[in-house]
């Protein structure tokens, strides 16, 4: 086995949205051993965020989503320059977002990496 890290699409909220758009296992993280989350662009006055897991099969903006709850409370992905690891049972999830507790006002998101384990072929 060998391990790797690689960018991820960033969680990506648009000007007036309050939802981003969605990591969906298969595509982005399934092979995730630890996701990074970074502050990039988050400052929104009093605003909140959050991060919401699915477990349908196809996640979709209009599927059901939950709020990410590690140690008991909702778990809030970092501030403005400030980096945070995502707690591992997120990694469970079929699909991951972030979401904004009113409209943003102006593009808001957060980059992401990932640390992986792959296979090595002998």
């Known amino acids: 086995m060998s391990s790797g890290t690689v960018k991820l ?3 990506l909220i648009l000007n007036t949205a309050v939802v981003s758009n969605i990591w969906t296992a298969r595509g982005v993280y399934e092979d995730a051993e ?3 989350l970074t502050g990039e662009n988050v400052t929104d ?4 965020y959050t991060i919401e897991v699915t477990d349908d099969l196809d996640p979709s903006a209009a599927g059901t989503w939950s709020t990410l709850q590690d140690a ?3 778990f809030v992905p970092p501030l403005q320059g400030k980096s945070k690891a995502l707690p591992r049972a997120a990694l469970a999830a079929t699909g991951i977002r972030a ?4 409209a ?3 593009n808001r998101n957060f980059g992401a990496s990932k640390r992986y384990v792959a296979a090595v072929a002998f």
């Open 34 to 36: 630890d996701v990074i």
């Open 45 to 48: 006055g009093a605003l909140t």
């Open 99 to 102: 979401r904004i507790s009113g």
């Open 72 to 74: 008991g409370a909702d």
């Open 9 to 11: 699409q960033d969680l």
């Open 104 to 106: 943003a006002t102006a």
